[in-house]
Every structure is written in C-alpha cells, then in structure tokens.
C-alpha cells in the first residue's frame, strides 16, 4: 500500500511498483553474480535468494548496500559450512 505521503508528493502506484520491481531484480543479478564468484574461487554456496531477499527487506537494507549485504550474508553462510 503506497503511504499517503507518497500520494501527497504526486507519486503513483505504479511508479512505487516499477521501483520495487526493478530493486528486487538488481538483488537476484548480484547475488547470482556473486554466488558464481564464490564458486570460481572453490566454495560452494547454497543460498536461497528470494528468502535471502526477503531477509534484506526485513532488515531494510538500502538499495546502494545490497553487494556488501549479499557478500556478507553468503561469506557467513560458507563460513558455517566449514
């Protein structure tokens, strides 16, 4: 639901949705891409990245932070592997 004050400021619904869309694809990109770095360099990690996102936004994880957020959360995640 779009709060009121981004109605008051003439923002739409579907603008609010294009930019929520458009956040949650960079967070797959990254986390693709660095899970894939993780491997070239020999370790495997197994992460499910809609729960990983789903986390980031619990967190309110700004959109600038998600590469170090992502690399931190699948470092912690190969770290307990071992």
Do not use: C
Not at 9 to 27: N, Y
Request: positive net charge.
């Amino acid at each position: 639901m779009m709060s009121r004050s981004l109605r008051k400021e003439g923002i739409s619904t579907d603008f609010v949705r294009d930019v929520e869309h458009v956040k949650r694809e960079l967070f797959f990109s990254l986390a693709r891409e660095l899970n894939m770095n993780f491997a070239i360099r020999g370790m495997q990690v197994q992460v499910d990245i809609a729960q990983l996102f789903e986390l980031s936004r619990t967190q309110n994880v700004p959109w600038k932070e998600y590469d170090l957020w992502i690399k931190a959360q699948m470092k912690e995640i190969a770290a307990k592997k071992q």
